[in-house]
């Protein structure tokens, strides 16, 4: 972009919107009316939706085809409430042709979007979940929007957006034993707060970020949103090309500029990250675990879920740390993986064997525990360790306290049947 004789660079998001509007470039605070390639609703908002689109005059969805429905929040039905909505959400999708409406059991919306390529690189996903920033793991612009929002994606196919400012984050360094990519989105989000980066995008980089997988991609991304991020990215690369089958060439044009304009750039050494733990009531609370344990935190509930904690690679670490133990008495270990596909991978490599064994209860894959929807509610003063996506007060029912950390740390505290370092029970087994 050129102003007064200036080239101006341009972020990986502002390329992505502009091509969206039609434009040749875009500066943040320009507002503009993007073309959506991709609109998502599932069963927790998507009756909103549906009351408020039944009231427009002229009912037809733009593209039947780029609509997806899921069913995560609610995968059973576990009253008549439910029950009633997934009907309601059966009926228009029935009537409007929509094309992907999966079902209750087969996972969470994110995951879904994902292992199923309803995205790609370059492209605007929205939907109506907060955890949506998840996608741009794929290197695309994706963020949570209101119900009436969606109706209006559904009529136009498009939806006006304010041009965010983009923040650099980049993380370089070796992982040290024993952390996660969770242990890595703590920090991060501890080093902002709750509103560090509101309404502003987030761009991943480094040598530490180019080694993640997509599912590790997702996880980092889905945590931005607690950082109060409109959407967070990575670059696509040959990871990236890989896990969609198609060519890095195909990505070329969406990578920022060398000279783009930040707000801000941040650099994170991952050499000296230790395994975190957000203590309650906020996902930015937190710490490392080492300053926790002299204080003895006995536990009630361990689980392993969500768009952020529910991958393969969360249950295949929880397998390590549990294989030839037991859960501790009195302790529910609950295990949510985040879609159909990866409880079937789990099982066929026998990490599923591993987990029963060891005394974990496996729940139908959907969103899980993250809000206790159909699995994991605390009663009054009990306290939970989880790798949800959040912990505020009422998170996981109207009483209990809620940790949140690694996968490794959960399930390591699930045998000791207390706040415990994944390290301890992780030696000479990765």
Same mark, same amino acid.
């Given at each position: 972009?050129?102003?007064?004789?200036?080239?101006?660079?341009?972020?990986?998001?502002?390329?992505?919107?502009?091509?969206?509007?039609?434009?040749?470039?875009? %500066?943040? @605070?320009?507002?503009?009316?993007?073309?959506?390639? *991709?609109?998502? +609703?599932?069963? $927790?908002?998507? /009756?909103?939706?549906?009351?408020?689109?039944?009231?427009?005059?002229?009912?037809?969805?733009?593209?039947?085809?780029?609509?997806?429905?899921?069913?995560?929040?609610?995968?059973?039905?576990?009253?008549?409430?439910?029950?009633?909505?997934?009907?309601?959400?059966?009926?228009?999708?029935?009537?409007?042709?929509?094309?992907?409406?999966?079902?209750?059991?087969?996972?969470?919306?994110?995951?879904?979007?994902?292992?199923?390529?309803?995205?790609?690189?370059?492209?605007?996903?929205?939907?109506?979940?907060?955890?949506?920033?998840?996608?741009?793991?794929?290197?695309?612009?994706?963020?949570?929007?209101?119900?009436?929002?969606?109706?209006?994606?559904? %009529?136009? @196919?498009?939806?006006?957006?304010?041009?965010?400012? *983009?923040?650099? +984050?980049?993380? $370089?360094?070796? /992982?040290?034993?024993?952390?996660?990519?969770?242990?890595?989105?703590?920090?991060?989000?501890?080093?902002?707060?709750?509103?560090?980066?509101?309404?502003?995008?987030?761009?991943?980089?480094?040598?530490?970020?180019?080694?993640?997988?997509?599912?590790?991609?997702?996880?980092?991304?889905?945590?931005?949103?607690?950082?109060?991020?409109?959407?967070?990215?990575?670059?696509?690369?040959?990871?990236?090309?890989?896990?969609?089958?198609?060519?890095?060439?195909?990505?070329?044009?969406?990578?920022?500029?060398?000279?783009?304009?930040?707000?801000?750039?941040?650099?994170?050494?991952?050499?000296?990250?230790?395994?975190?733990?957000?203590?309650?009531?906020?996902?930015?609370?937190?710490?490392?675990?080492?300053?926790?344990?002299?204080?003895? +935190?006995?536990?009630?509930?361990?689980?392993?879920?969500?768009?952020?904690?529910?991958?393969?690679?969360?249950?295949?670490?929880?397998?390590?740390?549990?294989?030839?133990?037991?859960?501790?008495?009195?302790?529910?270990?609950?295990?949510?993986?985040?879609?159909?596909?990866?409880?079937?991978?789990?099982?066929?490599?026998?990490?599923?064997?591993?987990?029963?064994?060891?005394?974990?209860?496996?729940?139908?894959?959907?969103?899980?525990?993250?809000?206790?929807?159909?699995?994991?509610?605390?009663?009054?003063?009990?306290?939970?360790?989880?790798?949800?996506?959040?912990?505020?007060?009422?998170?996981?029912?109207?009483?209990?306290?809620?940790?949140?950390?690694?996968?490794?740390?959960?399930?390591?505290?699930?045998?000791?049947?207390?706040?415990?370092?994944?390290?301890?029970?992780?030696?000479?087994?990765?």
């Amino acid at each position: 972009m050129r102003i007064g004789g200036i080239n101006l660079g341009q972020t990986i998001i502002q390329k992505i919107l502009a091509k969206s509007a039609g434009l040749e470039s875009v %500066v943040p @605070g320009q507002i503009i009316d993007a073309q959506v390639n *991709t609109a998502m +609703i599932h069963d $927790n908002t998507g /009756p909103v939706v549906i009351e408020h689109f039944h009231k427009l005059p002229k009912r037809k969805v733009w593209d039947p085809e780029k609509i997806v429905i899921t069913f995560d929040h609610h995968p059973t039905n576990t009253n008549m409430s439910v029950a009633e909505n997934h009907l309601m959400i059966k009926k228009f999708a029935e009537e409007f042709n929509i094309k992907y409406t999966y079902s209750g059991g087969d996972g969470i919306s994110h995951t879904l979007l994902a292992e199923n390529k309803h995205i790609l690189p370059g492209q605007v996903l929205v939907g109506t979940d907060s955890h949506t920033n998840a996608l741009g793991a794929l290197g695309c612009f994706a963020t949570g929007i209101g119900a009436t929002e969606m109706v209006g994606v559904f %009529v136009r @196919g498009k939806l006006w957006f304010n041009v965010p400012v *983009t923040v650099k +984050i980049e993380i $370089n360094g070796v /992982p040290p034993f024993g952390v996660e990519v969770k242990d890595l989105a703590l920090k991060i989000i501890s080093l902002f707060g709750p509103q560090g980066v509101n309404y502003k995008a987030v761009e991943f980089t480094g040598e530490s970020i180019e080694r993640l997988s997509i599912p590790e991609r997702l996880t980092l991304c889905a945590m931005s949103t607690e950082m109060g991020a409109k959407c967070a990215v990575v670059p696509a690369d040959e990871i990236t090309a890989h896990y969609l089958g198609m060519e890095l060439t195909d990505f070329a044009p969406y990578r920022s500029d060398e000279d783009a304009r930040y707000e801000g750039i941040v650099h994170i050494d991952l050499s000296g990250l230790c395994p975190q733990v957000a203590v309650p009531d906020l996902p930015t609370n937190a710490t490392d675990i080492s300053n926790l344990s002299g204080e003895n +935190i006995r536990i009630d509930q361990a689980t392993i879920s969500s768009c952020a904690g529910g991958n393969l690679y969360d249950l295949e670490i929880a397998a390590k740390v549990v294989k030839g133990r037991k859960v501790a008495k009195g302790v529910r270990f609950y295990v949510v993986p985040a879609s159909k596909r990866i409880l079937e991978e789990a099982v066929d490599k026998g990490i599923i064997t591993t987990l029963l064994e060891a005394g974990a209860v496996i729940g139908v894959p959907g969103c899980g525990t993250c809000g206790a929807h159909y699995i994991g509610s605390l009663a009054k003063d009990e306290v939970c360790i989880s790798s949800t996506t959040r912990n505020m007060k009422g998170r996981m029912g109207a009483g209990g306290k809620i940790y949140l950390a690694g996968s490794a740390t959960v399930a390591a505290s699930a045998v000791t049947g207390k706040l415990t370092d994944p390290r301890e029970l992780l030696e000479g087994r990765i």
